[in-house]
């Protein structure tokens, strides 16, 4: 069982694993991907990007309520951006790019979710459920932009 604070999950956790994502797929442009993966390969890594940098701008101005909040019961592990999920296949198969980003938003919403069932303070909780509920979004947007490419 872990303790963290808001600020800390945030800055040290969210941020990062958001900066990662878009290194991650910004990597695989690199390699040998076929034109429509290396299109939602970049999308993606901008759309990570950009989260990272909201994530920071919001700290520098969120209420301090939201950011010294503590949770005392985190049993599960923050996710982590394994890139393995991002195979070979993955460079030429845009099915198997999308499940991966689709994996990695999933496992992000999962943590949000834990984390808004040990919460008891409704401005942290406002937080954690405007973030999961953003994501959702984005993996809504994600799916549809690779169906617009798998169409061309």
Known sequence: ?????????????????????????????????????????????????????????FMAEAPHEALDYWFKRIERPFPVADPALLDK????????????????????????DHLLLQCDSETTTTLFQTLRDQEDKALKRLIRHAQGLADL
């Open 1 to 57: 069982m872990r303790f963290d604070q808001t600020r800390d999950i945030l800055q040290h956790q969210v941020a990062d694993y958001h900066r990662s994502l878009s290194r991650l797929y910004r990597d695989c442009t690199l390699q040998n991907a076929s034109p429509r993966n290396r299109l939602m390969l970049d999308y993606l890594s901008d759309h990570e990007s950009k989260l990272a940098q909201a994530i920071d701008e």
């Open 89 to 112: 296949a993955s460079l030429t198969d845009l099915d198997r790019l999308t499940g991966a980003a689709v994996q990695f938003k999933s496992d992000l919403i999962a943590f949000y």
